[in-house]
Structures are given as structure tokens and as C-alpha cells.
């Protein structure tokens, strides 16, 4: 997804002894092993609802001008019913399948060739890379290439754009709700299969956790890494492509459709470009840190992030763009020059808390932050075939300031995109609202996972980094520590 968190450690040696030291019990990380009936009654409120809320909101715009209230009080005072509201709703046509799966298809070619980028471009990593460590101890190799891709796809589109003319570049906006149904199948036929995958055939048998409950192991996922082939890893397609290489694309056909509607492109619509552009690169960019993220290093794959990257992201995610075609809004010089300063602040925030954090892991704690060595705590942990693992848990620079401090640049970022908006509509304020829920969750699992993994020395470490978020804001009883 697009919100990707760090844990300030960095992976040190290991021991063949497999002795338990400070860190938890071997096979303590990752996802749970049993499932309580709180988070039972998560699993299944999101199973159920939330393809519904992603079918509300896009049905909001097309049908209502993207008033989130108005289908409410219209089927409430008996001025429509739901199955008018369903029978206007675009169904799945033969163009949009065709688009959504030469999409696709075109991203799982571009997602197989090897990187040429990281050749030619300085400090970019791309071509073969490491992962993290799993649970059951195993390191996978990844060939990082979504730099490439999201070029190449950019490439070609501003080509079609300026030159071919092939397809109009509104084409996405104009099939966005047929374009739905696609996206939901094969959310749902990914999801379907690596379930059975897990069972039948699955890659690493040793990464795999079943909780006996189906809902649960259905969202969540079974399988750490599911893979066809050795190359072919469907945790780290479907988290960077399809969704996120086509976030700016949607948001280029928002802007189109707004010219051709409106006769020009608002100063919004531009801002909203821009700064999630500059995220989406970024995340393309440190691909291979990413491969350090909860996504990869923790997440098992299930609908979650199947159905999620396929559906939730590429459609609540680009929200605000959807609104200015609708509501094209021109903010004034100097309200623009702010919400632009304020997601370039957050950004910077969130990518030199990473960059330190990524630095420290490199070099083992032998670099500087901020002009001096860093501080840190020495911990250990154990994987489930038994090795110790040796870590250590930064606390200086922005580590050192608050927990999770690169989610407070990431909610800077996200409210800047929302402001880019206006304050008219409620309904492009749902992504900040979204991502704090999502960050202040993210949060409670990391850390009680952490607590987990390094037992005492988890608990050192947040004496010493007591704040979360941000600097004086304790926010005592959010999971461990």
C-alpha cells in the first residue's frame, strides 16, 4: 500500500546456536497465530464492507456530484431506491476488460525484465536485491525494477498523449466504474488462488501460518511470499504495480478530463499531480528499501493486500483528483503556495526518517546523523528454525525524537492533498482520515509485534524514544510499550 512504515532497526549477525536471548520467542513476528474475537470482527466488517465503500464513494460522484450524504437522504425520504441507484451504475463492459488486461499484462511483462536504471542512474538501487529475513529464516532475492516500469508506462502514455493518439487520454475516467468490476475480479480471483496455494503448493511451507479460521487466514493471508517461479513474487507486483504505477496515471486522466470539460486544468488539480507524484516516485525510487517495510517483512498475502492494492488503493487513494473533475477548484496564489510547502515538508520528513533509519541499517551504525554517531540499543531475536539474529534499534536523529515519527511526515503529505481540495465536500478528506486510522493502527500492530520479537529490549527502547508520532505526545495504552 501506499502508506509503508520502518521499524528503527538494523539486522546485525546471527548465531547457529538457536539459545533464546532478550529478543521473543522464536516465530513471534509476523502475523498472529490465533485470532481473537476482536480481530475476527475486524476481518469480517472489512470483508463485507469495505467493497461497499469503495462502490459508495466512486457511486457518489457519478451519480451525485460526490455528496457522500445526498444517496443517504434520498433513499431515507423514499425520493429513489437502491436498485435505481444500481441500475445506473455502469456495468462491466468488453473495453474496460480489455483495457484492465492489457494493463495488466503489461505490467507483469515490464515487472519480468531486468533493470537497466540502476546502470546509468547514480545512488538509484535497482537489479538483484536482498530481502529481509523471514520468519523461518529465509533471505529472498527480488529484481527491483519499478523505477523502469513506472517510466516506461509514463513514456508511452505522454506518447499516445502528444503524438499517437491511440486511445484519448481521458480513457481511464471515462471507464473508471467499468474499470471497477475488473479490478475487483482480479482482486478476488488473486486472493482465491493464493489461498489455495497455501494449502496445496506453496512456496515456503515454513513461512506459512494458519489460524483454522477462514475469514482470517482468507484476509490476511497464509503464505509469507507467494511466488510462481523463483523470480514471480506476487507480494511485491501487486503492493507496486498495477496500483501505484497507475495512481498518476489516474490522476493524468482527471487532469484531461478537466481540460476537456472546463477548458483548462485548475491549480489543484496540478498541486494534487505534483505531490503525489512526487510520493509515488519516491516510493519507485527506494524500492529496495522498501523490501525493509511491514508490507514485505511482515504482512502475509491475502485479500488484504491482493484485494487492497487492487481495488482500495488505486480508487480511494486518487479521491481527490476524482473531486476536481467535478469541483475544479483554483485556490488562491498564496493557499496554494502553502498546502504545497506543507506536503514537501512532510515529505521531506518522511523520506530523511527513512533515509536515516536506512542509512544506520546499511552501515551497521558506522555512518553519522545529524554531524554525530548514533546511539542505539543492541538486541537480539529469534527466527523460527531456531537462529538468533542480532539487531539494533536507533535512537537518534528523528528515531530519536518519536516513534514512528516518518508517519507524522506521511499525514502531513496526506493532508496536503487534501486541502488542495477546498473545504466544500467532505468526501476528498476521507484519504487523512483513512491514513490516520491506518497509521495509528499500523503503530499498535508494529509495536506489539516488536514487543514480541524483542521482549526486554523492546521495552529499553521505548524508555528511551517514549513519544509516538510526535515529540511530547505519549499516547500511553497504544499496544506494547
Known sequence: MAAHKETPFSEGGRNKSG?????GSKGQWGRAWKVDWISLAGVIFLLLFAPLIVYYFIMACDQYNCSLTQPVIHVFMDKTHLLEIWNKTPPL???AATIYSTWVIFQVFLFMLPDFCHK????????????????????????????????????????????????SPTVIFDNWIPLLWCANILGYAVSVYVIIKAYYFPSNAKDCKFTGNFFYDFMMGIEFNPRIGEWFDFKLFFNGRPGIVAWTLINLSYAAKQQELYGQVSNSMILVNVLQAVYVLDFFWNETWYLKTIDIC?????WYLGWGDCVWLPYMYTLQGLYLVYHPVHLATGNAIGILLLGLVGYYIFRMTNHQKDLFRRTDGNCKIWGK??????????????????????????????RHFNYTGDLMGSLAYCLSCGLQ??????????MTILLVHRCIRDEHRCSSKYGKDWKRYTDAV?????????LKGWGAG
Open 120 to 167: 546509468f542512474l547514480p545512488f538509484y538501487q535497482g537489479g538483484l536485491q536482498e530481502g529481509a529475513v523471514t520468519p523461518a529464516g529465509k533471505v529472498l532475492k527480488y529484481h527491483i525494477n519499478g523505477l523502469q516500469a513506472w517510466l516506461i508506462t509514463h513514456a508511452l502514455w505522454f506518447a499516445n498523449a502528444y503524438h499517437f493518439h491511440w486511445f
Open 425 to 434: 465536500h467532505i468526501l476528498p478528506y476521507f484519504y487523512i482520515i483513512y
Open 373 to 402: 554517531k548514533p546511539q542505539y540499543i543492541e538486541c537480539s531475536y529469534m527466527s523460527a528454525d531456531g537462529t538468533k539474529y542480532y539487531s539494533k534499534l536507533l535512537t537518534s536523529g528523528f528515531w530519536g525524537m518519536a
Open 298 to 302: 511482515h504482512d502475509h498475502f491475502g
Open 93 to 95: 463492459t468488453w473495453k
Open 19 to 23: 539459545m533464546n536471548g532478550t529478543g
Open 466 to 474: 517514549p513519544y509516538r508520532l510526535l515529540p511530547g505526545l505519549l
